[in-house]
């Protein structure tokens, strides 16, 4: 399969964007009630498995079943306003990039339409055992086949 690449910041076609609502507890954030830089990523983890969900991609059955996971490879991220404790966040998922064995996300946070972080997260797939690059399974490209339209 051919590498699909979408410039930053231009809409992607149907099915590439996907939306995900999380609120801010607690434990997410400093003593100030202000969330602490690494929690994003959290968030992001999050966005991005939902994003894999609704393709009908289960992470954890394709490990069982292929012996293949996504690990994160490369992470360029932009913190332009601080969430605070109660803040209701918008993580706002793309695929920029399909590789052979990679998948690359675009993805926002927001508040209410207030951009707070700009992201661009690399994933590679890797074979459970060696932990090398391996081939995205077939099975797992056809579902991607179904929402990227070629």
């Given at each position: 399969?051919?590498?699909?690449?979408?410039?930053?910041?231009?809409?992607?076609?149907?099915?590439?964007?996907?939306?995900?609502?999380?609120?801010?507890?607690?434990?997410?954030?400093?003593?100030?009630?202000?969330?602490?830089?690494?929690?994003?990523?959290?968030?992001?983890?999050?966005?991005?498995t939902e994003w894999l969900r609704s393709a009908g991609i289960n992470?954890?059955?394709?490990?069982?079943?292929?012996?293949?996971?996504?690990?994160?490879?490369?992470?360029?991220?932009?913190?332009?306003?601080?969430?605070?404790?109660?803040?209701?966040?918008?993580?706002?998922?793309?695929?920029?990039?399909?590789?052979?064995?990679?998948?690359?996300?675009?993805?926002?946070?927001?508040?209410?339409?207030?951009?707070?972080?700009?992201?661009?997260?690399?994933?590679?797939?890797?074979?459970?055992?060696?932990?090398r690059a391996a081939p995205i399974p077939e099975f797992v490209r056809?579902?991607?086949?179904?929402?990227?339209?070629?």
């Amino acid at each position: 399969m051919r590498t699909r690449q979408l410039a930053r910041g231009s809409l992607p076609p149907v099915g590439l964007d996907h939306r995900l609502d999380v609120r801010v507890y607690y434990e997410d954030t400093d003593v100030g009630g202000v969330v602490y830089y690494a929690n994003y990523l959290k968030f992001m983890e999050r966005g991005r498995t939902e994003w894999l969900r609704s393709a009908g991609i289960n992470q954890s059955e394709v490990a069982r079943d292929t012996g293949r996971v996504f690990v994160v490879a490369g992470l360029d991220i932009r913190y332009l306003k601080p969430a605070r404790l109660d803040d209701t966040l918008t993580i706002c998922s793309q695929v920029t990039r399909l590789g052979r064995a990679s998948l690359h996300f675009a993805q926002r946070i927001s508040r209410q339409g207030e951009l707070l972080t700009d992201s661009n997260v690399q994933l590679g797939c890797v074979d459970t055992v060696t932990m090398r690059a391996a081939p995205i399974p077939e099975f797992v490209r056809s579902k991607f086949a179904a929402i990227i339209q070629e």
